[in-house]
């Protein structure tokens, strides 16, 4: 098993940045994707930043804005965003799984969330 846990969501005015953390304990052997997902009021769950197998991959709406990084040591997931816009507002969570993919219903474990508010 697995337990992940995040923090570092918040409110800030557009343009502003907030950085999140995932802090994963347990049983870390296999997991070969780790990343940043959000789920926005009425809209489905969507991918934000991923590493998989070695792959970083960002979804086109944050590219050149937000950057994932992994602390293996600390066993830790961060998320830098800059220039945040209000339709980054949502529920952010950390996933992991032990496949190899882009697809969040892939994954085995999950965070509980933190809500990021962008204001205009």
């Known amino acids: 098993q697995l337990q992940l846990v995040e923090s570092g969501g918040g409110l800030v005015q557009a343009g502003g940045s907030l950085r999140l953390s995932c802090a994963a304990s347990?049983?870390?052997?296999?997991?070969?994707?780790m990343g940043w997902y959000r789920q926005a009021p009425g809209k489905q769950r969507e991918s934000v930043a991923i590493?998989?197998?070695?792959?970083?991959m960002y979804a086109d709406s944050v590219k050149g804005r937000f950057t994932i990084s992994r602390d293996n040591a600390k066993n830790t997931v961060s998320l830098q965003m800059n220039s945040l816009k209000p339709e980054d507002t949502a529920v952010y969570y950390c996933?992991?799984?032990?496949?190899?993919?882009?697809?969040?219903?892939?994954?085995?474990?999950w965070g509980q969330g933190t809500q990021v508010t962008v204001s205009s």
């Open positions: 590493l998989s197998g070695g792959i970083t």
């Open positions: 996933g992991a799984g032990g496949s190899r993919t882009t697809d969040w219903r892939r994954l085995d474990f």
């Open positions: 347990g049983n870390t052997f296999g997991i070969n994707t």
